[in-house]
């Protein structure tokens, strides 16, 4: 199993060792003939910011590849979605069987909680951030056999 999460990109700005690539998002129906027509079509652009030693050896415009590690994705969406749900279910529970309090004031405690995590990921962010390692990658050519 292939534990890499790639995502093609271009080189879009090269600041010391800060390599700031650009990777468009496209919806699966972006390529439709229809989709001036459609509502449904839509494409994002996100900016990613990946750290090289080496980085004199990109270029700007080039085209490469974004890589992550699959264990990395799931302890991001852990650490964004997971941990402040559980917290939330805990608070509301808590406040509400255990404190017996109204139903405003736990989803208010929940709501309490819920951005007390965030800004203490917030102070923490570089910290997180060195766990979050990126690189990027030069496209490998693709062989037909």
């Known amino acids: ?73 799931r302890r991001a969406v852990w650490q964004a979605f997971g941990v402040p749900t559980v917290l939330i279910v805990i608070a509301l529970l808590v406040s509400k069987l255990a404190l017996g309090c109204s139903d405003g004031v736990s989803v208010l405690a929940a709501f309490a909680v ?12 570089d910290k997180i951030e060195r766990k979050f390692v990126m690189w990027i990658e030069r496209p490998k050519e693709h062989v037909a056999y």
């Open 1 to 73: 199993m292939n534990d890499i999460i790639e995502h093609s990109g271009e080189i879009y700005e090269i600041d010391g060792s800060r390599v700031r690539v650009r990777i468009v998002q496209v919806a699966a129906c972006a390529g439709c003939k229809a989709k001036s027509l459609c509502s449904q079509s839509e494409t994002k652009e996100k900016f990613v910011d990946v750290y090289d030693d080496n980085s004199e050896r990109w270029k700007v415009g080039e085209a490469v590849n974004v890589c992550g590690t699959l264990s990395m994705g």
């Open 114 to 125: 819920a951005g007390c995590y965030f800004a203490a990921m917030y102070m923490v962010r």
